[in-house]
């Protein structure tokens, strides 16, 4: 299960905040292209939860990276028959296990 850790951020004090992902896991930003996983859970801080829940990224649900932008952003992730892009801070909340 992945658990809510600060570390120090470097710059004047200010803390960032990680996740602990178990064995097998990691964030839908580390897939790799063509690589299939099924979405373990969301992180209750993923802004617009709802948003994502409605288009089919909710636990138990199997995706596949489709592509990587061009120096980070967007990622392109198949889910469901779509084919979708979203952000790379919003997929680091998604925990995922490979397929």
Known sequence: ????????????????????????????????????????????DLREKKKFADVGLIAGAELVMEAHAPFGGLLRVKILETSMALHRDDAAKIVLKKS
């Open 1 to 44: 299960m992945a658990e809510k850790k600060c570390c120090s951020g470097g710059k004047a004090g200010k803390k960032r905040a990680y996740t602990v992902l178990q064995d097998g896991e990691m964030t839908l930003d580390q897939l790799p292209i063509g690589s299939r996983a099924t979405i373990v859970k969301i992180l209750p």
